[in-house]
């Protein structure tokens, strides 16, 4: 693998904490799907968020030896965990999204193609029926934060935790500056990029795929969460 010059290539992050039984089967069909799409090699670059069991995590490698999995001794957080699988891009065509692969195939490619384009950071968001497949309670949630952004904070972008992001190496860098090692680290990013002035950023639509299953949100989540929001908004 050393040996590859990956350059010219995709190189997508995806932080992955304890994943099931089908999760190296799924991963390497969608890996193979976008590159199809992309037309472009993907070097997926995985990273091992603190998992209990190393078991897939070796089972993929040895399916791929193309894949690099970065192993953290220790859960913290998607944040963290992003930081230090960007450390390891050296293209200039940088995506990350999560372990599912919430986002079609055709979303990723917008993305990448938007970085292609000029961009250095591409932004996913959802469109309002996006909302038609999401909890209640996460619709409630999303919608109040927005408001808050736009019409409270006065924010740039207001669809902050989209999972499928995209940025060149400059781009990369300013990503390296965040500090949160949970959720909110697209909002602090977006907020670092938004007031570097020599950065184009694009935002790109992106779509939900079919029979996507959330995750819950627990109240310690929430309250932790909302710690991180205050230190952003006076970072």
Not at 31 to 48: H, M
Request: proline fraction near 3%; glycine fraction near 4%.
């Amino acid at each position: 693998m050393a040996s590859l010059n990956y350059n010219d290539s995709i190189e997508l992050v995806m932080p992955v904490k304890d994943p099931d039984e089908g999760w190296v089967d799924f991963t390497l069909k969608k890996k193979t799907e976008f590159e199809a799409s992309a037309a472009a090699k993907v070097r997926l670059i995985v990273v091992n968020d603190g998992s209990n069991s190393r078991v897939y995590f070796d089972q993929i490698q040895q399916r791929d030896s193309s894949i690099e999995v970065v192993h953290l001794a220790q859960n913290k957080g998607k944040g963290n965990a992003l930081r230090e699988g960007l450390k390891r891009c050296i293209s200039d065509t940088i995506l990350f999204t999560d372990a599912d692969f919430p986002y079609t195939v055709d979303s990723m490619q917008k993305v990448a193609e938007a970085l292609r384009n000029g961009a250095d950071v591409a932004l996913g968001y959802r469109e309002q029926d996006y909302y038609a497949s999401v909890p209640w309670f996460r619709t409630v949630l999303s919608e109040s934060f927005r408001f808050m952004l736009q019409r409270v904070l006065k924010f740039p972008v207001t669809d902050t935790q989209c999972g499928l992001k995209g940025m060149t190496a400059k781009g990369k860098d300013v990503f390296l500056q965040t500090r949160i090692n949970r959720f909110l680290v697209d909002m602090e990013f977006i907020k670092l990029a938004s007031k570097n002035r020599v950065l184009v950023i694009e935002p790109v639509v992106v779509v939900l795929r079919p029979n996507v299953v959330f995750s819950k949100m627990g109240f310690s989540v929430l309250i932790a969460e909302l710690y991180n929001f205050v230190k952003v908004l006076f970072r």
